[in-house]
């Protein structure tokens, strides 16, 4: 009576045993005589016989070795040949029974199976752990990525499995026939990763650690606006966790790429931090710079009145850019203005000193009427003065400014102009210089150029000042530099910034050079000849441009 034991599962592995033990691709089995070793297949487990014999197998799936055969060196195992009945097909090396690969049961399974089975298992089972700063844990499964586990060929290590079984299979047989249940193994393979980097930054967005309703902003720390009495503070800077998505995105691939899945977001530095902190030397010099306007002011002359803008309310004009701290401008931070805070105080002047203007008539001393527009009082010229300010507040200097006037009134009795005064003749280009009522003085001139906005201004003024060695600038540049410069010996200025000066950057004067080639409103003057009339004209002295 024949004895059986079972030894492994799975027919499609006990062929692949026979077809290693003797060494051919195709193994052919033929009965042998007395005492042979019969098997066959019973319920997906193939069984073996003990036996003096060969072995067969049914044809009916089961691939059968006997145990007498694998042991007799002059057996099958030597010329390819076993007794027996059947055929068993030639097919791949096959893991055995309760093996595993990287801790995944690849039993039964050939090479192409396991590592498409081991992938399988993987991916499926992957989730991408983000661990928040609150210690909150959120998942993405490797689908929401297109994650992906690339498994090496496992056939050198199916066919290593093979020779081990093989092996053992041998080793029993030379025992007599002591057979026992065949033991797996466990092997381990070196896998790579793989994802799709546009799906898992639209992934990660969904999470409620990214975008939430529970997310604060990180904000900069910045400079407040004015503080009455106190002037400018620093607002302190706000940690928030808002995640700054470049950080997690190289950390997340870095954890999947290496076979990992756990980023704890605060250690990899995954949230959005403040960009400049209240400790910054550069934000406090910023603060500092404006805190100056404390200490300054900026005086208007009204005639004979003054209105001064104080610290106090010129530093509620500024506006704080900060811009320059970004930018790497902050060590030459020039503040903003309110436009709006300029304008009101130009208004304010007009409101106080503003009246409208009215024409006299102006006889001359050939007794010639001629209408001049004056006014009772002031008007300013807000359009021209408006630039002027700006500058002023934005340079954070003290300063002193006589108003620029489209038209100032004089004291004078029944249109008279007393017997000292100037007269700019703006048709014919001619300044004369009256005293005791007798022209003293008279030059060809050169005034603005009307095709330019530069026109003199006609109107009855009176000289506020007399200066020598002055630089005369234009409108403040945006690069710090004037839209002119001009140096004159003498000036005497009557009408804001407009006023007599020589002009020694001119060879000719009088005509119609003014209509081509006139100033900026001033009227220039042969260099030789103004000195005499620096001489004779005062502060006081009435000028009458018509």
């Not at 959005?272 to 900026?298: E, F, K, M, T």
Request: proline share 4%; with cysteine.
């Amino acid at each position: 009576m024949m004895t059986v034991r079972k030894l492994w599962r799975g027919c499609a592995f006990a062929a692949c045993v026979a077809m290693f033990m003797v060494s051919v691709a195709t193994v052919a089995w033929a009965d042998e005589a007395d005492g042979a070793a019969q098997a066959g297949s019973q319920g997906g487990e193939t069984w073996v016989a003990d036996g003096s014999g060969g072995s067969s197998a049914d044809g009916a799936g089961g691939a059968v070795v006997g145990a007498g055969d694998l042991g007799d060196a002059s057996g099958a195992a030597a010329d390819g040949q076993a007794g027996g009945a059947g055929a068993a097909q030639a097919q791949a090396p096959a893991f055995g029974w309760g093996v595993t690969v990287n801790g995944f049961d690849v039993g039964g399974m050939d090479a192409q199976a396991a590592a498409a089975a081991l992938a399988a298992h993987l991916e499926s089972a992957y989730r991408l752990d983000l661990v928040t700063r609150e210690g909150d844990t959120q998942s993405l499964p490797g689908a929401a990525f297109g994650y992906r586990v690339n498994v090496p060929d496992l056939g050198a290590l199916a066919t290593q499995d093979a020779l081990r079984v093989a092996g053992i299979i041998a080793a029993m047989d030379a025992a007599g026939g002591a057979w026992s249940e065949i033991p797996g193994a466990e092997y381990g393979v070196e896998l790579t990763y793989s994802y799709d980097g546009a799906a898992l930054a639209e992934a990660l967005g969904t999470l409620p650690c990214v975008s939430g309703g529970q997310v604060t902003q990180s904000v900069d720390a910045s400079i407040s606006a004015f503080i009455p009495g106190q002037g400018f503070a620093i607002v302190p800077e706000v940690y928030g966790n808002n995640v700054y998505l470049p950080n997690l995105l190289g950390n997340a691939d870095a954890e999947i790429t290496h076979g990992r899945s756990v980023v704890y977001m605060d250690a990899v530095g995954a949230y959005a931090l403040p960009g400049i902190l209240s400790d910054d030397p550069r934000l406090q010099a910023v603060r500092d710079r404006l805190n100056s306007y404390l200490g300054i002011s900026i005086v208007y002359v009204v005639g004979e009145a003054q209105e001064v803008i104080g610290g106090e309310e010129l530093a509620s004009w500024l506006v704080p850019d900060l811009s320059c701290l970004y930018d790497g401008t902050w060590a030459t931070f020039v503040p903003g203005v309110d436009s709006e805070k300029v304008v009101g105080f130009l208004a304010s002047l007009r409101e106080k000193y503003g009246t409208t203007a009215t024409q006299v008539v102006y006889q001359n001393v050939a007794g010639v009427d001629i209408p001049v527009n004056v006014v009772s009082d002031y008007v300013i010229d807000e359009a021209a003065e408006f630039p002027i300010l700006v500058d002023l507040v934005r340079r954070g200097e003290s300063a002193v400014r006589n108003i620029g006037f489209a038209a100032q009134t004089v004291n004078w009795n029944d249109a008279g102009l007393g017997p000292n005064y100037v007269t700019v003749d703006l048709t014919n280009q001619v300044v004369t210089c009256y005293i005791d009522g007798v022209p003293v003085w008279q030059q060809p001139c050169v005034t603005g150029n009307p095709s330019r906005g530069n026109a003199t201004p006609q109107g009855i003024y009176t000289v506020y000042a007399k200066e020598t060695n002055r630089i005369l600038r234009g409108q403040r540049l945006a690069g710090g530099g004037y839209a002119y410069e001009s140096w004159v010996n003498y000036w005497m200025p009557f009408n804001g910034g407009i006023g007599l000066h020589d002009a020694n950057w001119r060879r000719s004067f009088g005509g119609d050079i003014y209509t081509y080639n006139g100033s900026h409103g001033c009227v220039n003057l042969p260099p030789a000849s103004v000195p005499a009339l620096y001489e004779l004209v005062q502060v006081g002295t009435v000028v009458v441009c018509f």
